[in-house]
């Protein structure tokens, strides 16, 4: 939204009916990967899989693989 390109664009944009809406600068609520890692972190990923690096690799690929089948979260 500062980028010069982005500002560049704004007439153009809302020509053509568009707008840009920002999100506040702290609204982890607003942005879905945020309540996705904070369900990770918080809840499914364990203490003992933050061993090692690759024990923490393969936890991740595991839960992120299985996000909406073993591992079901709410964006609402």
């Not at 939204?1 to 707008?19: I, N, P």
């Not at 369900?39 to 933050?50: E, G």
Request: proline share 5%; hydrophobic share 40%; charged share 15%.
């Amino acid at each position: 939204h500062k980028a010069h390109v982005v500002q560049a664009c704004h007439k153009q944009w809302a020509a053509a009916g568009l707008s840009l809406l920002f999100l506040p600068p702290y609204s982890p609520e607003l942005n879905h990967i945020e309540l996705l890692w904070h369900r990770c972190k918080h809840y499914w990923i364990r203490p003992q899989d933050y061993a090692t690096d690759q024990t923490l690799l393969q936890r991740l690929e595991d839960v992120l693989t299985n996000v909406g089948k073993q591992y079901t979260i709410t964006f609402a």
